[in-house]
T-cell receptor, first 112, second 115 residues
Framework: KQEVTQIPAALSVPEGENLVLNCSFT??????LQWFRQDPGKGLTSLLL?????REQTSGRLNASLDKSSGRSTLYIAASQPGDSATYLC???????????FGKGTKLSVKP | DAGVIQSPRHEVTEMGQEVTLRCKPI?????LFWYRQTMMRGLELLIY????????DSGMPEDRFSAKMPNASFSTLKIQPSEPRDSAVYFC?????????????FGNGTRLTVT
């Protein structure tokens, strides 16, 4: 059974700092991995999707990498801003299933 | 694009009552998912549909939960009878299933409180 873990559960950084969020998964047979952002009281917003054949994806200040063999993904946020404060979740779509399995997220707080 | 629309946004009900949550997916999307989010368990898949057909309902907690998708633009999740442990945020999400590179789009959720 696929399990997704995100460490740390919470992270607080000063504005301007570069940071890395981690995601690990137990079954490397995945179709894709997605990173989402969730603001309080809101749904999830897809940030980046990495297909199993890809190593990384970039969007603006965000860069996500995927290492299937080790079951790891990282989300790199450059020059963090207070507006980046949110919970970030990763999710994998396993080959044996047609749905996404989510980690519990990392709650990020960027202090001005 | 109006996004995934869920109603109601908040629902407070008494134990034993029937609850119906509604979802309108993004037009053109052919896969629809119902998730439940709690602090303890995070996001859990309840059921998903492809082309209006239920594919996997193994996440539905028990017979008190049922979901339908009568057409491509509407789905319901019903709980009857409701119990306090059903209190959670219920999310509907949709995507275009044309391979496996399509991101999932979420609604803003329904916060259910059962007293």
């Amino acid at each position: 059974k696929q399990e997704v873990t995100q460490i740390p559960a919470a992270l607080s950084v000063p504005e301007g700092e570069n940071l890395v969020l981690n995601c690990s998964f137990t079954d490397s047979a995945i179709y894709n991995l997605q990173w989402f952002r969730q603001d309080p009281g809101k749904g999830l917003t897809s940030l980046l999707l990495i297909q199993s054949s890809q190593r990384e994806q970039t969007s603006g200040r965000l860069n996500a990498s995927l290492d299937k063999s080790s079951g790891r993904s990282t989300l790199y946020i450059a020059a963090s801003q207070p507006g980046d404060s949110a919970t970030y979740l990763c999710a994998v779509e396993a080959r044996s299933q047609g749905n996404l399995i989510f980690g519990k997220g990392t709650k990020l707080s960027v202090k001005p | 694009d109006a996004g995934v629309i869920q109603s109601p946004r908040h629902e407070v009900t008494e134990m034993g009552q029937e609850v119906t949550l509604r979802c309108k997916p993004i037009s053109g999307h052919n896969s629809l998912f119902w998730y439940r989010q709690t602090m303890m368990r995070g996001l859990e898949l309840l059921i998903y549909f492809n082309n209006n057909v239920p594919i996997d309902d193994s996440g539905m907690p028990e017979d008190r939960f049922s979901a339908k998708m009568p057409n491509a633009s509407f789905s319901t999740l019903k709980i009857q009878p409701s119990e306090p442990r059903d209190s959670a945020v219920y999310f509907c999400a949709s995507r275009l299933r044309d391979g496996y590179a399509s991101p999932l789009h979420f609604g803003n959720g329904t916060r259910l409180t059962v007293t």
